[in-house]
Every structure is written in C-alpha cells, then in structure tokens.
C-alpha cells in the first residue's frame, strides 16, 4: 500500500503489515489499545536526524495523518497506542550521547537514548543523572521526558521534568523550535521545555534533550523494616516525613505483593507469617548511615517487626530485589492492570485500606507497592483477561482506585501519565478552566490535531 | 473620569491621578516606563477575592482595556510598567497565608504576600521555603511567581519555580483556571503551573499559589575569601563545582562594587588594597563545616589572599553584610542601570573580563555581582541620567554585556525576566520556532491580547 511517507524512501519508511503491527501498541492495559479488527498504523517512520524528522512532520501536516511518537513502547497509559490510519515514528535511530560536560554538568541526548545508558554516561564522568523509573534499563530518555517519568529517585531528586534544561522539539507543521537553555539559571520567555515535558507527543516531537546532572553522591546505604500492619508502616512514613530525614528512596510493598515475590525467588520474606507491609530505604552521601540509623529508631517506636540495615552495598542490592521483583511477581499471578495514583503523603494509608476494601469487594486480588515518601502508589491488578467477569470486576476496581485517589486530594497519575488510558478521567481532575487553558494550548500548537490525537484530550 | 471599571466601586477602584501614577512605575531603568507625556493608566483596582480579579477581568476582557498585575513594584525588567489606558490591577489586598501544613510539607498563600513573611510562616511550622531573591523583604509571592524569580539560594535549592506545586490563575476572560496539585508529584495533562510561572502577567492573572516547603536545614556557616584576580576567583569557582561541593550559597563582588562597599560601610575590604574580587559562600545542614573546609582549601590552591571562616552565625551574618550591601552601595555612586544575565558556569570569567573592557571602552563606572554557582551576574551600569551623553554610553554598554552573554552561549535574563526592558532581546536569544510557539501560546491564551501587552512579546 502506497503512503505520502514513500517518498521518504525504504530506509527510514517500513510499511510491512508485521512490522508496523509491533510498533502499534504499548504496555498500557483496559481496551486502550488499537481494535483487534482495524487497519491498524499506515506506516513507521524511523528517523536519523531532526531533519528527516521535520519531513515526516510536514508531510503528515500537509496530508493530516496522524504521528505517534514512539520510544521503547514500554508506556503503561497507551500514549503509543497507536491508532488506525496514523503513521508511528520512532525513534530508535536518535540514540546518541551527543555531549557528556563535567564543568557545565550536563549532558544533550538524542530521544531514543535508552535512560540507563544515559545514567552510565554520566557515571563514566563522575555525575549522577538521578532518574530511574522502572523501566530505566529500556525506557528512552525521549519517552521519559514526553511523560515526565518519575521513579524511586523522586523522593529526594524530583521527576525526569526536573532535570531538563532544554529540548530540541519538531512542531507539528514541521518547524523545529529550541527551547530552554544550557545555563543553570534562565528566564527568557514561556517556559516552553516544561510546557513540551509530559505532553506525551501532543504537543511536538522531542529530538533533542538537555538534561542537568549532578555530582555523583556517594554509596547509598539500604535499610529494610518490616510492619504488622498498614498503620504501622504509614506511621513510620509520617515520622520519616516529619523528621525531614534525606532519604533517596523510600517504597512500600503490601502483603499481596510480598508473598508474590516470595512464590516467585523464595526469599523467604514470609518466613515467619508474612508481614502487612514493607518499608525499603536508603540514603546516599555522607550523611547516609546516621539517616537510616535514625529512621530504625522511628521504624521501631512506631511498631516495626524486624528492621535491617545493609552492611555493605551488596546486602543492599540483595534487600531491594524484593522490591525490583514486584511487578515482575504480580505478573505471575495472572493478567494485571497496572495503576498509578499518587495521594498526599499523610493520606496513604487511607489509601491502601480502601484499595483492600476495593479488593475484596470485588473479589480480585490486588497488590499494591510504590513510592512512599512520594504517596505514588502502583495498586496491580490481578485478574483473568480470558473471562468477561473477571475483566469487568477489574475495570471497576481501576475506576473505583483511581476515585478515591481523587476524593483522598490525590491525582490519577503520580508518574506514568494520562495517555489513552485515563484521557476521560482528566476533566474528573481538572476544573473546565484548566481543561479549557489545556485545548487553547492544543490547539494553538497543534492546529490541525495531527500530533498524537486522542492521547491527553479527546481528539 | 469614568472608567469601565466604575461598576466595582469605590472600594475597589482607585482613579484619583497621584495614586494612580504612583502605581505605574517599577524599578526598571532605560525608559521602559511609560512617557512622562502621556495619559497613564486609567485606574488601579485592588481586588480583595478571586471573584473581584475575575469580574476586573470580565469587564477587561469586554472593553478590551489592558491589565497590568502589579505585586509590590520591585520588578526591575518593566514587567509592572502600565501602559497608558491600561488598568494596574494590585495584589496589596490579596495578601493573606492561608495554610501552612506541615505533614504534607506545603504552604498556600494568596499572591500578594510578601515573600519573606511566607519564609517566616514556614519557620514558624519548622519548615523552610528557600527563594530568596534580593527583595525577598519587600517583594511578594505572586511577583516572584510571575517572573520566576531567583536570589543566593538557587545554587543549592533552585529558584521560584522549583517550588510552585500548583496555581489559581484567572484567565483573560475572567474564567478561573485550578493547576497543578497538592501532591508530591502528578502528571495529569499539561504543565499549566509551570507555564503561568514565569510568564509576567501575560498569560493570567495569579490569585492563589500552593508551594512546597522543605525541612528547615541546619544553620549555615559562612566563607569569604579574596582574591588578586578575577581569575584566581574563577578557577575556585571551577574546583569547587568540579568538586560537587554541597554549597547552599555561592556569591561573587568585583572590586568595583568592593570599594563601593567600602566606601559606603566603612567595613575595611580594601584595608590592604581592595582584592579584585572576593566570593561569599554558605554550606547549611549536617555538612556544613566539612564543605566549607574543603573550599578553603580549594580557594588557598586557586591563589585566594585570604579565606574566613565565620565562627558563628553573628560573625557569618557580619561577613554577608557586605554582599547585602553591593546595590546599595553601587546605587550611592550615581543612576543606575542593573542587568542580569547568565552564562554557563565555565565562562563567568570571560563575561568579568568582557565586562571590564565595556566599562573601559565607555569610561564607565561598571560594578559586578552576582550568584557565581549559577553563572548569573549583576553588572550594574553607573552613570549621570541628567547627561544624555551619559545615557547613550550607558546604555551602549547595557547591550554590549547583554549581548556578549549570549556570545558566551548564556541567556539575557537570568531572573529579572524580560518585561518590558529586554523584549526586543528576546528574539535574539529564542530561534525562529520557539518565538513561533510563544506567540501562538500567547494567542491562544489571550485572544484580545489585554494581559500586560507589551512585556515579553511584542504587543
């Protein structure tokens, strides 16, 4: 089938009905994804440079077809789902380090740099590039800008958004536009790169990145503590919180989701009754080992069964790979949906109860774990895809977690974005004046509403 | 005179020709301010609620009369100009801290608070807001907000920005808008905060801003060493960057603004010659005292004359003394025209020593100061307004820095913004793209162009 991509040529243009089909969808769950019985992508488009970039841009301007950016496609929100009819780009081609500045401490990264490879750059200067989502051994720099990915670095460093000074961005008629600077300081105008950070494709295509980097700090240090129940660890939390403790990371898992990675590495985390909850933590700099030798004293005045702190790093590592596991242990328990609410701190543990509550009302299993220091909880879903009941109890049980994140004053989405998987919740969070500012700036930017469509905000 | 604005009431709106002239003027120099000769500002209305910024607004929006936001007038960039026929629209009113929570670790205060009382209301709660800009006494919330300001704390902390979790913003139409959250982190559409932050009364007006706090840091030490050269100055600047030192501050003076000081205060900085520049540095917290150690040592191998350590807070205060002193003491020696732009860290050298050529070249009086951990500088331009001679030198030189620090690959504006006073300037620093983007945001955001026309973009 012919395109008004061809006449980019068979190098950068892949119209092969197997090949496009890979590139059509993301990691998100819940139907968000391109119907099984549609013509699926016209075309993938993989660039190697901003100019062939731009070409796809004016291209698809002038014939109004659709682009989906595309990164590693691990999104969780279906903002790389794909619809029929459009043309996805990718960016796997603009995976180079361009620039690595230990006197300015920065680096400019091509989007399709995958986020660890980032992070060793950095490292093989002696700075620390801080974000780590989840995915960081395969995510893109590109994807975690577009949805201003966070992680387990967030509680002390702040989200991928924070860390990027500028961006090169392709407009959706093709312009290319800089943004932001090299400076550590500037306030020259819009703050166009924080407007572009998280718009998940809507708004332009990332084909350059700035991002600051810090001195790398020294060893972190881990401890692990152990609750009786759900209070008692957001009890912990709160002192934590209360005491300002510079932690660099701080998790929770939930029983559910401990005894799924017991099944799975026989860690023996349960060894003596599983406990209700986990606290991870670590600190890093000079100052680690006197924070986590005061946050064991408040794990324990508030109720704690068993807390550990590392001896070294190795231990460390070996206490966090409960944590690592999570995800990859709650997969193994069935079909999962994949949440991502994020609530006041001092309102989490409201939170995890009525996620209980959800769980048992709908007779699903339902582990939770995530960023405690942040109120970022991931409550997964565990249900059989297979079964129209089961996939309705879980669809009930997202839309009734995803509530009470909003009625606790919390948001729908702490880190992974809107995407297509929560674009109808985005007016339950927004008030019409927010809504109506987000569609003028849509609009204004994307005239033709070629960039991502339905991704964000109703098409 | 009857203005559109009459409907308020009296209470509200103020026509009477001296308040109102006294209301439409800020602290930006080179005749950014409205012509003597003209007709000046209709009226100032002084809103007490969102719901009068709205209905100011509305009636805006209908006659098509510009609005200028004006917080406490300290703006140095013209932001706060009125325009003839314009509306000031003052946030005096709007001046009340209406939470302080210290479990979530946030503040929401009305814009017209004056920024050090909300550093003291979080002192109060054992908890720390950093922005410290030079007004930090008299300036207030909404206008550091609105021109994302920034002071000695950025080094370490980062600026205004950094700590906006969330705004009440009243659009051109009078619309109110709710961004951003309460939490500690969220991605739900578009970033509207950081948009509006920054944006200089040119996208809405600010009515309501939620900031994160931090834990209060232990109390700082201070540092001060001289130096015989601007040079030796710089490659302490350097080592200490490359070193990652942990400092909460990182100032610089020239000799010119040394021996103002001096003369001003009688202090004794030059008892022995004045040194050709001198830094002032703070470490807060834990690590204080073994941060600035290690400087001291660094400041010895660069060639410092003399390094200092304060003994105690009293003595640190008395050191900062003089850094609290540069504009003063530089205002005393004639007119002055303050400029504010940011180099890469690595190049402050090169805009010192471009600096002192300028003064030479225009036989002025060119004092130097600024924040040397970020690279953002104060050059502050001496000279007679009453001799036009004077002016054209004056500001021969206010474009020569502005643009060498562009040569230098800097920006035009570290933190005073653009306004009025560097619109022109904005297009030299922005691409083609960029400007694009900003002028449809502009667009799209105040179709009748009525939100502070003038400042930042071309009306």
Redesign the interface.
Known sequence: MSTPFDRLGPDLVTTDPEVVASFARDEAALGVQGGAGGAGPLAVVSPRSTADVAAVLAIAHEHRVPVVVRGAGSGLSGAAAAPDGSVVLSTRRLARVLEVD????LAVVQPGVVTGDLRAAAADAGLFYPPDPGSVAFSTVGGNVA??A?GMC??KYG?T??FVLGLE?V?ADG?????G????????????T??V???EGT?GVITEITVRL???PGPARTLVATFPSLGAAGAAV?AV????LDLSMLEVMDRTTLDAVDRLTGMGLGADGTPAAMLLAQGDG??AA?VLEAMAVLCGDAGAEDVVVADDAVEGEALLEARRQALPALERLGDWILDDV?????RVVDLLEGIERVAAAQALTIGVFG?A????MHPTIVHDAADPASVAAAARAFDAITSLALDL??????????GRL?RD??AR??????M???R??????DPRGILNPGC?LEP
């Open positions: 230990p006197v300015e401490r949805t201003n966070g967030c509680v989200v958004g924070d961005v407009l312009t290319v536009a800089r943004t600077r090299r400076t550590a300081k500037g306030v020259a105008g819009y703050d166009l924080a407007l950070v998280g718009s708004l810090l001195p790398a709160a919180t209360r005491a300002g000079g100052s006197a994020c609530v006041p701190r001092g960023h220091g942040d109120g970022n004053g919390g948001t729908i989405t702490g880190e992974h974005g809107v929560k919740w985005l969070e927004l008030d019409p004046g927010a109506a500012m987000s003028a700036v849509k609009a204004a930017l964000v």
